[in-house]
């Protein structure tokens, strides 16, 4: 009987490792939608973002728009030599007639001659030596002084290091002596400087001052005392030469006493309101630019297979719904004389642009200046309204509050639609999880199947090698 040679079904034959490995593949493939759905809602979730940030840019814009100190401004047109000014937008625009008569001091002190400013002045060994140092109706600051402090320098840089509102420095004269000077740091004529001495009676004589005694060691060189002005024949005294509201909404600053009146004139400052609509108008195109972006389509005149290049918002319900939004913000007629934006030389391209964007505007600055010139309460009137539900950045603003609330109790439109995606991208994680789950029960199947087969090849192997060898015994 010729023998059987051709029986080769022992594991050899199956690579199972490989067909393990191919099963595997395949059951994963069941993750891949799971995965690409994940990454396009956390792609929408960031695009989101992006367009938050660019709508917050808008609120912000938007609010600086509904402040009096935005849209009513003032400024100095004059120029004045006795004093500068400054003016906010509770100025109001005219012309004012200044005289600066006195300007505010602060009270100076000056010692006696003092032979050396190193040479200790004050009594040797003296216990619980300190100086009493105050300025106008404040507290009183307390200095210690050991004996090698009480040298004309060493007591100028205790009174200095000691915030006591007054600098003191020593003088050197032409004759070599040395002298102290101490002067309050706040003008005005109740800003007296009063000191004293305790435990040491000769520093006492040197230093002391209490305003009212001529047997004291230091002497008043200059008074202290108010500015005085007045501003349209109105007498104005000031404890400063910083003089606030006179007239209201102007800072005075005055530099010196007039020889004549001068003419201080408060004009319209339509600068900062030009710069302030200007930037409403750049972060609403902003906005426009970055939603151009979100939802661009990568394809050109016939529909793209490659949607890799789409925008993530792509056709988004939410985008369109903000986009009505702003639209309607900007197409609500306002209450007054001036209606719509474009009599403010505000006005929306009908021309796509060159990054895609659509409805963006334009502005015309001299017909914006113009408008603010002639008739800068109706622009106000405008833009502000009555604060609650009418003008046009109330009404923007409480449209983006609409769109951009977070708050318990009220979800604005962009909000709701990112917790919704972030719901998504978590029901997609128990997804994911449990597709893992199953496949790794799976695999773990095939695993104990394969581990069985194998054994099973394995004694199959072994019946074979048998069979061979008693064939070729029953051949011989």
Do not use: C, H
């Not at 600086?64 to 100095?76: I, K, Y």
């Amino acid at each position: 009987m010729s023998a059987i040679s051709d029986l080769n079904i022992g594991s050899s034959a199956y690579d199972l490792d490989a067909l393990y490995t191919k099963l595997e593949t395949v059951e994963k493939q069941s993750l891949a939608p799971i995965t690409q759905q994940a990454t396009t809602v956390k792609s929408q979730v960031s695009a989101f973002g992006q367009l938050r940030s660019a709508l917050e840019a808008l609120q912000q814009a938007t609010k600086n728009l509904s402040t009096v100190s935005a849209l009513n401004a003032t400024s100095v047109v004059s120029n004045n030599t006795s004093f500068t000014a400054k003016s906010n937008s509770n100025a109001s625009v005219g012309s004012y007639q200044v005289n600066v008569k006195q300007l505010a001091t602060a009270q100076s002190l000056l010692s006696s001659k003092i032979s050396s400013n190193q040479k200790p002045l004050g009594t040797a060994g003296a216990q619980g030596r300190t100086i009493s140092l105050s300025t106008g109706s404040g507290e009183p600051v307390t200095i210690a002084l050991e004996d090698g402090d009480t040298s004309l320098n060493g007591i100028v840089n205790a009174i200095n290091k000691s915030g006591a509102g007054v600098v003191a420095t020593s003088i050197k004269s032409n004759d070599g002596e040395y002298y102290l000077s101490i002067t309050g740091k706040q003008t005005g004529a109740d800003n007296t400087i009063k000191i004293s001495v305790s435990g040491d009676d000769a520093l006492q004589a040197l230093i002391g001052y209490d305003g009212s005694s001529t047997s004291t060691g230091m002497q008043q060189s200059a008074a202290g005392q108010d500015a005085l002005l007045s501003v349209n024949g109105i007498d104005v005294q000031s404890a400063s030469n910083t003089v606030i509201d006179a007239p209201y909404g102007v800072t005075l600053t005055l530099n010196s006493v007039s020889t004549e009146g001068e003419r201080l004139e408060i004009g319209n400052n339509t600068a900062d309101t030009v710069k302030n609509v200007k930037a409403w108008v750049t972060a609403y195109n902003n906005v426009q630019s970055v939603v151009a972006n979100l939802t661009k389509f990568a394809g050109s005149g016939g529909l793209s297979t490659d949607t890799s290049s789409n925008g993530p918002l792509i056709g988004n319900g939410t985008v369109r719904d903000i986009q009505n939004q702003l639209r309607a913000v900007l197409n609500t007629k306002q209450s007054g004389t001036l209606t719509i934006m474009a009599e403010l030389g505000i006005t929306q391209n009908t021309i796509k642009g060159a990054d895609g964007s659509v409805g963006t505007l334009n502005i015309d600055e001299d017909k914006l200046t113009a408008t603010l010139t002639s008739t800068p309460q109706a622009v106000y009137n405008f833009f502000v309204g009555d604060g609650k539900t009418t003008g046009f950045s109330t009404v923007a603003n409480n449209t983006l509050n609409n769109i951009l609330s977070d708050s318990y109790s009220q979800k604005g439109t962009l909000t709701s639609a990112v917790n919704a995606l972030n719901d998504a991208y978590g029901k997609l994680e128990d997804r994911y999880d449990q597709q893992q789950a199953r496949i790794d029960a799976t695999m773990a199947r095939y695993k104990t199947q394969f581990t069985q087969l194998n054994k099973t090849l394995a004694q199959m192997n072994g019946t074979k090698e048998y069979l061979k060898s008693q064939f070729s015994t029953s051949s011989d």
